[in-house]
């Protein structure tokens, strides 16, 4: 049995002949399209990838050259108060808080400002329109600063705090709201350690004045109340040699700055003689020098026979003052006199004569 082809289903119809037609001339089209453009787009490839990489290394030759200052400040921080008088001048703890808290900072500022820069030139490479995006970003910073207003006053005032040096960690300071030892400064928060050893944990938006007494150097000063019938000189002489014997000797010598000087008479009183005592000290050592100093006055002048003064009798008895004795007296009454008009106006009204 033999087979033959037919002739129509041999030769493709007008139909197929145009899909193939139309498949050809689209293959070539996009042939077309992608040897037009794939120069374009290799060469925005490679600018990204140049762009990505050359970011990149400069963010991190940035953050390593900030990490290596502050690790050689932190060094010669340490380096100084192995020595006699950098122990004093130089505190370890709060200089390495304040260099890592700037260089926090500084690598912070660094890969914002160069990992943002990197992306809008990204953007920009690949022809997106920037404007509405930084409209955008702009709308949005505004809407986060007005919602995180504290949180933004907090940071920048920690950072102008740090920068500037207030203060440090092992600082005696009063911030208002709280009074203490410095025990770590953030770039948000403050701690404090009070007189009680309470932890005061302090925003630094919050701090509007500081008095750090910690700083340059301090002042003790004592008030010696001897009856006003000793000898004036001889105490001058006795309270001078207290002051003299306590600089030569540990560990007074190294914390006090200047000799005890006495400044003379502060108060004059018909029971009392005031006689002020000052001496500039170490920062932060002015309240014990105080009271070992007080310490040795009393014992100077009792050896040598001089009397204190007696303290005030108001402050020796807790008893209440007597009452006023007029506060139980009521005030004069109109109507204790019976010819007043108030008085004639309350007698009483006479009964009606019922025999007429």
């Known amino acids: 049995m033999f087979w033959s ?3 129509a289903a041999a030769t493709p119809g ?3 002949r145009a899909s193939l037609d139309d498949a050809t001339e689209k293959a070539t089209n996009a042939a077309g399209w992608v040897e037009e453009n794939w120069a374009t787009w290799l060469t ?3 600018q990204i990838a140049l762009i990505i ?3 990149v290394i400069l963010r991190h030759v940035i953050r390593r050259t900030i990490t290596k200052l502050i690790e050689r400040m932190n060094r010669t921080a340490t380096a100084a108060q192995g020595t006699a008088l ?13 260099s890592e808290a700037i260089g926090s900072v500084l690598r912070s500022v660094a890969s914002f400002v160069i990992m943002g820069t990197a992306a809008l030139t990204v953007l920009s490479v ?6 509405p995006l930084l409209a955008s970003a702009g709308v949005a910073g505004v809407a986060i600063g007005f919602g995180a207003r504290n949180l933004v006053t907090d940071f920048l005032s920690g950072v102008f705090m740090i920068l500037e040096d207030q203060y440090g960690v092992g600082d005696e300071i009063d911030a208002g709201v709280a009074t203490g030892t410095v025990v770590e400064v953030g770039l948000r928060v403050t701690k404090l350690r009070g007189p009680n050893g309470a932890i005061w944990y ?3 938006g919050e701090v509007k004045r500081i008095g750090n007494l910690s700083q340059g150097w301090s002042t003790a000063t004592v008030d010696v109340m001897i009856a006003p019938n000793q000898d004036l000189d001889r105490a001058r002489a006795v309270i001078t040699a207290v002051g003299e014997e306590m600089s030569k000797a540990e560990p007074w010598n190294e914390q006090l700055w200047e000799p005890v000087e006495v400044l003379g008479l502060s108060e004059v009183h018909l029971d009392s003689v005031t006689i002020s005592v000052s001496a500039k000290t170490m920062p932060g050592k002015a309240l014990g020098i105080e009271r070992e ?5 009393k014992k100077a002048l009792d050896t040598e026979g001089i009397t204190l003064a007696p303290r005030p009798a108001a402050a020796l008895t807790d008893e209440p003052a007597a009452p006023d004795p007029s506060a139980a007296v009521a005030a004069p009454s109109a109507l204790a006199s019976p010819t007043s008009p108030q008085s004639l106006a309350a007698a009483p009204i006479p009964a009606p004569n019922l025999s007429k």
């Not at 950098?86 to 304040?98: D, I, K, P, S, W």
């Not at 690949?126 to 404007?131: C, G, H, P, S, Y």
């Open 5 to 7: 082809a037919s002739p």
């Open 14 to 16: 007008p139909h197929r």
């Open 44 to 46: 925005s490839a490679l």
């Open 53 to 55: 990489v050359i970011a």
């Open 86 to 98: 950098g122990g004093f001048l130089v505190n370890a703890e709060r200089r390495r808080q304040r």
């Open 126 to 131: 690949l022809k997106i329109n920037l404007a």
């Open 202 to 204: 302090i925003r630094n």
């Open 293 to 297: 100093l007080r310490w040795r006055i």
